[in-house]
Every structure is written in structure tokens, then in C-alpha cells.
């Protein structure tokens, strides 16, 4: 059974309109990540919430927000989606205490 | 800062030939796990293997096995007698260890290593 769930797989959106892409999980880790991974390309960090604190990367464009409301999920909020955003989004969670990163399969999103 | 290069972009074989994916890191932590990730095409990132950057010893796991040299930062990964199935992404990825056993930031990637096992 999927550990880490993220819905949907794929998600097509206009140029600029708001975009939320979802990840569950059903491991009760502590840490989750959202990786942006281009194609051909490393999964790159975009935040992480070590429970309900919100990491972010310095080099994350403000149009990426996130929300996590409580331990199970959390959201990539993409607030004016441009060509440049259509990637591979990955979600992934890690234990308190632990080192391996449990990945969901990704959410794929096309910008039209 | 970490910094993880794989510098073989992409490798095609043909099935039943071993092949040898590499990995070198920097990185100025004195303590760190290494891992290796599979990406099929279906998009999700498979964890294969952790190392922690005390234990050079290596590690055989089927088909797989892995060579950590720390003298020159490598975490190569070998697979014998390559399989259609493997082919894939491979990513090599560096986490650091904190004073308490505890990984802490993020998770560096390399560039990844297509593999093309052909039939």
C-alpha cells in the first residue's frame, strides 16, 4: 500500500491560474519535503516542514506556498503558475530520528 | 554546502552486462548518510541503499552492490547482470548528521543517471 499519496498524478493548468497539488501520508513522520524535479534534472527543494515548522529555501520563488494543517497533509499552493513551473512535483516525508526519505509518486503539472 | 555529481549523464547496456554508476560528493560535514534512489518512469523515487559515512564496509544485495570509498568521496553502485527492468533514473543523494546521530537539512541530489538496459 502507498505510504506517501499524492493527487493527482497529473494536473494540467492555465498560465496563471492558482494551482494546489496534495500529499498524504499514512507513515505519521514528522518531516515532509516538496521537491520540484524538471525534466532531466535533480528533484530540487523547495520547503520542508519539520512538524509544523516551515523551512524554505532561499532560492524558492514566492509564488510557491505551502500549507501543512495537520501531520497527515500537506499542499504546494502554486499561486500564478508560469511556463517555466511545469515540472515534476515530489513530495517525500522522513521520521523523526531516521534518514530515509519516503517519496510519493509525484504529481506531473502542465501549464497551458 | 554539499554538492553530489553523477558524471555519467546516461549508460545503455545491453541486458546481462554489469554496469557501474558513479557517485562523488563534497561536502565539509565530517558526518553524513549516502544514498542511492531509483526513478522509474512511473515518477516516484525507490530508496535502495543508506550509507553512513562511518562504515565503509560494502554492501552486496542481490544484483546490487555498492563501493564507498571516503578517501575519494565516492558511493559508486554496481549492477550485475543488468535486467530490462533496471532501466531507470539513478540518483545519488547526500544527507549531514548532526553531533546527535540525527540527519538534519535537506537531502542533496545528483543529476541522476539514466540507465537503459536493452533486451
Known amino acids: 500500500d502507498a505510504m506517501v499519496i499524492q493527487n493527482p498524478r497529473y494536473q494540467v493548468t492555465q498560465f496563471g491560474k492558482p494551482v494546489t497539488l496534495s500529499c498524504s501520508q499514512t507513515?505519521?513522520?514528522?518531516?515532509m519535503y516538496w521537491y520540484q524535479q524538471k525534466s532531466s534534472q535533480a528533484p530540487k527543494l523547495l520547503f520542508h516542514y519539520y512538524d509544523k515548522d516551515f523551512n524554505n529555501e532561499a532560492d524558492t520563488p514566492d509564488n510557491f506556498q505551502s500549507r501543512r494543517p495537520n501531520t497527515s497533509f500537506c499542499f504546494l499552493d502554486i499561486r500564478s503558475p508560469g511556463l517555466g513551473d511545469a515540472a515534476m512535483y515530489l513530495c517525500?516525508?522522513?521520521?523523526?530520528?531516521?534518514?530515509?526519505?519516503?517519496f510519493g509518486q509525484g504529481t506531473r503539472l502542465t501549464v497551458v | 554546502a554539499q554538492k553530489v555529481t553523477q558524471a555519467q549523464t546516461e549508460i545503455s547496456v545491453v541486458e546481462k552486462e554489469d554496469v557501474t554508476l558513479d557517485c562523488v560528493y563534497e561536502?565539509?560535514?565530517?558526518?553524513?548518510?549516502l544514498f542511492w534512489y531509483k526513478q522509474p518512469p512511473s515518477g516516484e523515487l525507490v530508496f535502495l541503499i543508506r550509507r553512513n559515512s562511518f562504515d565503509e564496509q560494502n554492501e552486496i544485495s542481490g544484483r546490487y552492490s555498492w563501493n564507498f570509498q571516503k578517501s575519494t568521496s565516492s558511493f559508486n553502485f554496481t549492477i550485475t547482470a543488468s535486467q530490462v527492468v533496471d532501466s531507470a533514473v539513478y540518483f545519488c543523494a547526500l544527507i549531514p548528521i548532526n553531533a546527535g546521530g540525527t540527519s538534519y537539512g535537506k537531502l542533496t541530489f545528483g543529476q541522476g543517471t539514466i540507465l537503459t538496459v536493452h533486451p
Open positions: 517525500a516525508t522522513r521520521g523523526q530520528g531516521t534518514t530515509e526519505a519516503f
Open positions: 561536502t565539509r560535514d565530517t558526518t553524513y548518510y
Open positions: 507513515l505519521n513522520h514528522n518531516v
